[in-house]
């Protein structure tokens, strides 16, 4: 098959879009399926992407604007016909839309016009992050936007049951459940690592680990609460805007910047209990990577987590904003090594069989649905 993915952020920028285009490559590639990618232009970004399979894939850069107050994120402003040209030049069976917004929503339109199939992959709330952001007033416009991009896409695929529900109770058509795959040949308890451990935390001390962008949407000054727990070490992998404040408001917090590959691992497989604090999560593959390190996780009962925490089995959900029970269900884990080590054996056993290869497949089936229901009844151009 010819895929033609459009990533509305990309490469050197990494983030949950770029990491779940960038696992679809490689596994479709080492299939032998051809590949291209359409992202953002920006400053050291490379032409081809070299695959671990040795395979070169072409991406192709549009023209961009930095976004206002986050410099590494690229708004495309590429026009349609632009996009046209350029997904004609590949001739794809399939358009991949990954977190489409505006440079997604113009290569909707190209597909239509061309013919071409899409499967959009939702994975951003940006309803929800207008909100977080001070400017409510622009949730409606969004959802609006979102309406008007996903309803052109051949199908919609939601990762999780709260964001499907969500999608349809805001009017969008078509919408599949697809969630992540995690490589659980990567993340793994056998890579506890005792010389780091020593260096994160004394001997006496419980790790609560978080691992994602220090941004306000996800809510990390939330750990605040379990940063004076005696016994307590709380530790940040990550980068992003909101650093400094964290680091004046949890001066005890251990901050290890942006980790990853191996490292990444030996840090979550490190830790005691894995603390996602952030509201807006569509899926949350960091999640699904504590998991798969044996490490049980603890979040808010919102969005994409509410399937992947199976309450006192896995870990915990607690209400959002309640943070006493962010407090309590942390205490529960932390200060109970047996039940610790329980709930760590559950986690890893649940993900067990949501790899990339799985997922690749499953979508690859959405791929030949799309194609089909687009042979069938084409949708108006």
Same mark, same amino acid.
């Given at each position: 098959?010819? /895929?033609?993915?459009?990533?509305?952020?990309?490469?050197?920028?990494?983030?949950?879009?770029?990491? !779940?285009?960038?696992?679809?490559?490689?596994?479709?590639?080492?299939?032998?399926?051809?590949?291209?990618? /359409?992202?953002?232009?920006?400053?050291?970004?490379?032409?081809?992407?070299?695959?671990?399979?040795?395979?070169?894939?072409?991406?192709?850069?549009?023209?961009?604007?930095?976004?206002?107050?986050?410099?590494?994120?690229?708004?495309?402003?590429?026009?349609?016909?632009?996009?046209?040209?350029? /997904?004609?030049?590949?001739?794809?069976?399939?358009?991949?839309?990954?977190?489409?917004?505006?440079?997604?929503?113009?290569?909707?339109?190209?597909?239509?016009?061309?013919?071409?199939?899409?499967?959009?992959?939702?994975?951003?709330?940006?309803?929800?992050?207008?909100?977080?952001?001070?400017?409510?007033?622009?949730?409606?416009?969004?959802?609006?936007?979102?309406?008007?991009?996903?309803?052109?896409?051949?199908?919609?695929?939601? @990762?999780?049951?709260?964001?499907?529900?969500?999608?349809?109770?805001?009017?969008?058509?078509?919408?599949?459940?697809?969630?992540?795959? $995690?490589?659980?040949?990567?993340?793994?308890?056998?890579?506890?690592?005792?010389?780091?451990?020593?260096?994160?935390?004394?001997?006496?001390?419980?790790?609560?680990?978080?691992?994602?962008?220090?941004?306000?949407?996800?809510?990390?000054?939330?750990?605040?609460?379990?940063?004076?727990? @005696?016994?307590?070490?709380?530790?940040?992998?990550?980068?992003?805007?909101?650093?400094?404040?964290?680091?004046?408001?949890? @001066?005890?917090?251990?901050?290890?910047?942006?980790?990853?590959?191996?490292?990444?691992?030996?840090?979550?497989?490190?830790?005691?209990?894995?603390?996602? *604090?952030?509201?807006?999560? *569509?899926?949350?593959?960091?999640?699904?990577?504590?998991?798969?390190?044996?490490?049980?996780?603890?979040? @808010?009962?919102?969005?994409?987590?509410?399937?992947?925490?199976?309450?006192?089995?896995?870990?915990?959900?607690? *209400?959002?904003?309640?943070?006493?029970?962010? $407090? !309590?269900?942390?205490?529960?884990?932390?200060?109970?090594?047996?039940?610790?080590? !329980?709930?760590?054996?559950?986690?890893?056993?649940?993900?067990?069989?949501?790899?990339?290869?799985?997922?690749?497949?499953?979508?690859?089936?959405?791929?030949?649905?799309?194609?089909?229901?687009?042979?069938?009844?084409?949708?108006?151009?």
């Amino acid at each position: 098959m010819r /895929i033609q993915m459009v990533a509305e952020s990309f490469l050197p920028l990494m983030n949950g879009v770029t990491n !779940s285009v960038l696992r679809l490559v490689d596994e479709y590639a080492a299939a032998g399926h051809d590949l291209s990618i /359409i992202a953002p232009k920006q400053r050291g970004a490379d032409r081809f992407l070299r695959t671990s399979s040795g395979r070169k894939v072409r991406v192709r850069r549009v023209p961009s604007l930095p976004m206002l107050g986050y410099g590494d994120v690229r708004i495309a402003t590429t026009n349609v016909s632009q996009l046209r040209r350029k /997904i004609a030049d590949f001739a794809p069976d399939v358009l991949h839309l990954a977190s489409p917004t505006l440079l997604g929503g113009r290569a909707v339109v190209a597909g239509q016009r061309l013919g071409i199939p899409t499967v959009a992959v939702y994975q951003t709330d940006i309803p929800g992050y207008t909100a977080k952001y001070g400017m409510p007033f622009l949730e409606s416009a969004s959802w609006q936007l979102l309406r008007d991009v996903h309803n052109r896409a051949t199908l919609t695929l939601a @990762p999780s049951t709260a964001t499907r529900d969500q999608l349809k109770a805001h009017d969008i058509e078509r919408v599949h459940l697809w969630r992540r795959g $995690v490589d659980t040949s990567l993340f793994s308890p056998r890579h506890r690592d005792a010389s780091l451990r020593a260096e994160l935390a004394s001997d006496y001390e419980r790790i609560v680990m978080y691992v994602g962008r220090l941004a306000a949407e996800k809510q990390v000054e939330d750990l605040r609460v379990l940063h004076d727990t @005696p016994g307590v070490r709380v530790v940040i992998i990550g980068e992003g805007p909101e650093e400094p404040t964290l680091r004046a408001l949890m @001066p005890r917090a251990r901050f290890r910047g942006f980790r990853s590959g191996t490292d990444l691992a030996r840090h979550l497989a490190t830790a005691d209990v894995f603390v996602h *604090t952030g509201e807006l999560e *569509t899926f949350c593959q960091t999640i699904q990577e504590a998991m798969a390190s044996g490490v049980p996780a603890i979040a @808010p009962r919102s969005g994409g987590p509410i399937d992947l925490i199976s309450p006192s089995r896995t870990g915990w959900l607690y *209400t959002p904003g309640q943070l006493d029970e962010l $407090v !309590s269900a942390s205490r529960d884990l932390l200060f109970d090594d047996a039940k610790r080590a !329980s709930f760590g054996e559950a986690a890893l056993e649940s993900v067990r069989r949501r790899t990339w290869p799985v997922l690749a497949e499953q979508l690859m089936g959405y791929y030949e649905q799309a194609i089909q229901a687009q042979q069938l009844a084409p949708l108006p151009r």
